[in-house]
C-alpha cells in the first residue's frame, strides 16, 4: 500500500509517520503533487496556524490539489481545520471540503481557570458515524491538543464536548479528519488509524 504524509509547514508530521511504523506501514513523507495523487491513501497533519499555512498551501498549489483528490484522505488537528470553510484564526477562508466553520473556544465568564484554552489532554468522543470508528471506540478517551474547534454540522462524524459540543472528526466522501491526535491517542488512537487504512 502506497501511503504518502503531505509535507508543509506545519509540524507534527514525524509522529504521525511513527505511528504508521508502529503499525508496520511505511509512509512517504512528500509534497510532489504526482506521488501525493498516485497515493493509494493520503494523511494531512498538522499542528500551527491557520493563515500562514493557507499562505504556504496556495504558494505551492496544495489548495487546489487536496480538495481534487479523490482516494481516502486523512486530515489531523490543523489538517481538519484547513479542510473546513473558513477559520476565525486569522479570518481564513480555507479549503472548503468541509461546510463547517472553525471557532476559536472561548470559556463562560468566570470559568476561565476551569475550562483553559487551549483544550489540551484527554477526551471522550461520542456519536460516531464514520468508517474510521466501529462500536467499541464509542465513549473511548483521544488526545487534543488545540484552540480552535470545528462546529457541528453535516458532516460531523464524532462529537468532542469541551465548553461546548464540537465536531471530533468530520467525514464528507473520500475525506476524512479528526481533531484529536490518533498518533498520540495509544491503543485507540492505533484502531483508528487500522480503520483509516483499511478503507
Known sequence: MNIVIIKYNAGNIESVNNALLRLGVSAEITGDHEKIKAADKVIFPGVGEASTTMAYLKKEGLDQLIPSLTQPVLGICLGLQLMCSHSEEGDTPCLGIFEEKVKLFVPEPGMEYVTKVPHMGWNNITNLTSELFDESLENQFVYFVHS????????????????????????????????????????????????????
Open 148 to 199: 480552535y474547534y470545528a462546529t457541528v454540522g453535516e458532516h460531523t462524524a464524532a462529537v468532542g464536548d469541551y465548553i461546548n459540543p464540537f465536531s471530533a472528526a468530520l467525514q464528507k466522501d473520500n475525506f476524512y479528519a479528526t481533531q484529536f491526535h490518533p498518533e498520540k491517542s495509544g491503543p485507540v488512537g492505533a484502531k483508528i488509524l487500522e480503520n483509516f487504512l483499511k478503507i
